[in-house]
């Protein structure tokens, strides 16, 4: 019920793709996901969770591509212009 709350509250679920470096090998690059529900354009608590990484992992950050979307959105309305009987 939280979940469904905060979707009203315009929150959406973000998922997060993370490219790192590897702490030993800085030539290889490494993915993360990272998936939550936060509130666009700003992204809150994404932007807490990249610092988080930044402070405390090894791992320096290469890129990070965001997709968010709204799950819970107003239904659409189409007006019939005919209606056909068959049989």
């Known amino acids: 019920m939280a979940n469904l709350h ?3 509250n315009g929150y959406r679920l973000t998922t ?3 490219i790192y470096r590897l702490p030993d090998w800085p030539d ?4 993360y996901l990272w998936q939550e529900y936060d509130k666009a354009p700003d992204f809150p ?3 807490k969770f990249l610092q988080f990484w930044e ?4 791992g320096p950050l290469h890129s990070v591509r965001i997709a968010s979307a709204r799950l819970v959105t107003p ?3 189409r007006h019939l212009n005919s209606e056909r009987i068959i049989h």
């Open 6 to 8: 905060r979707q009203l």
């Open 16 to 18: 997060a793709e993370i």
């Open 28 to 31: 290889l690059l490494q993915s």
């Open 45 to 47: 608590r994404l932007s």
């Open 55 to 58: 402070r405390n992992l090894d």
């Open 75 to 77: 239904s659409r309305y």
